[in-house]
């Protein structure tokens, strides 16, 4: 395992990690081995399409037809009146 040094960290910093690792029931140290493990976890991950990644959080919502396209449509203004 390899270990890392934190120099110049500010005190309030390592208070509030302390007080992070208190509410979480486990030491500081585990505490900023947990905060660091979350930092990196999508590090690999290659970022997909915008569209695709709406598309993958709704998938199974249960949309039954398609929506149409609107490229090249005029643009409009949100309407929330009811007709």
Do not use: W
Not at 25 to 35: D, K, Q
């Amino acid at each position: 395992m390899a270990q890392i040094l934190i120099r110049q960290l500010e005190d309030d910093t390592k208070a509030k990690l302390q007080q992070l690792a208190r509410q979480h029931g486990r030491s500081t140290e585990e505490e900023v081995r947990e905060i660091l493990r979350n930092a990196v976890r999508n590090v690999d991950d290659r970022p997909g399409r915008l569209g695709s990644r709406i598309a993958s959080r709704f998938e199974g919502v249960g949309l039954s037809e398609d929506i149409p396209e609107l490229r090249g449509e005029p643009l409009q203004p949100a309407r929330f009146d009811e007709e």
